[in-house]
T-cell receptor
């Protein structure tokens, strides 16, 4: 089975940097995804890691360590529109999602 | 591209009634997923199809839930009879293949309220 842990809530300041951590214990592993979900909307894809290391995509970066069962999503130059839930998901044959981290950006 | 289409967007029904949720995946995608999202349990996979064939339905909570995919462009999730604890947002998602990098695209969801 899959067990995925991430903090329930985080708060950060506009213009700053925030790191959202995700740890997992899984029976199989075929990649780790991060999704963003604004309130009342569907999740949208942010990033994908299958090998160890950092993947950078604009203001967002995602890191993976398979040996440690650990990933983080790094958001830079925070904007108010980044207030959302961020879902970590691990893929075996199917995607299993964590419960999400609700990020609030304050001015 | 219209994206994943779900209907209805909102459904309010009474306990004991049958509920049918509909999904049209992105054209050309051959994998389809049904999820349920609640505050308590987060996003849970109910069932997924590959090439219209159900692959894993271990997430379906009980026999009251059933899902079909009669063709590549249409799927239904049915709850009969519905109960108040079924109240949730139900998402359909599709993906173009089974390769690891293929991304799932989610529909807008159906918000179901069972009174």
């Amino acid at each position: 089975g899959q067990n995925i842990d991430q903090p329930t809530e985080m708060t950060a300041t506009e213009g700053a940097i925030v790191q959202i951590n995700c740890t997992y214990q899984t029976s199989g592993f075929n990649g780790l995804f991060w999704y963003q979900q604004h309130a009342g909307e569907a999740p949208t894809f942010l990033s994908y890691n299958v090998l160890d290391g950092l993947e950078e995509k604009g203001r967002f970066s995602s890191f993976l360590s398979r040996s440690k069962g650990y990933s983080y999503l790094l958001l830079k130059e925070l904007q108010m529109k980044d207030s959302a839930s961020y879902l970590c998901a691990v893929r075996d044959e199917k995607l299993t999602f964590g419960t999400g981290t609700r990020l609030t950006i304050i001015p | 591209d219209a994206g994943v289409i779900q209907s209805p967007r909102h459904e309010v029904t009474e306990m004991g009634q049958e509920v049918t949720l509909r999904c049209k995946p992105i054209s050309g995608h051959n994998s389809l997923f049904w999820y349920r999202q609640t505050m308590m349990r987060g996003l849970e996979l109910l069932i997924y199809f590959n090439n219209n064939v159900p692959i894993d339905d271990s997430g379906m909570p009980e026999d009251r839930f059933s899902a079909k995919m009669p063709n590549a462009s249409f799927s239904t999730l049915k709850i009969q009879p519905s109960e108040p604890r079924d109240s949730a947002v139900y998402f359909c998602a599709s993906r173009s293949g089974l390769a690891g990098t293929d991304t799932q695209y989610f529909g807008p969801g159906t918000r179901l309220t069972v009174l």
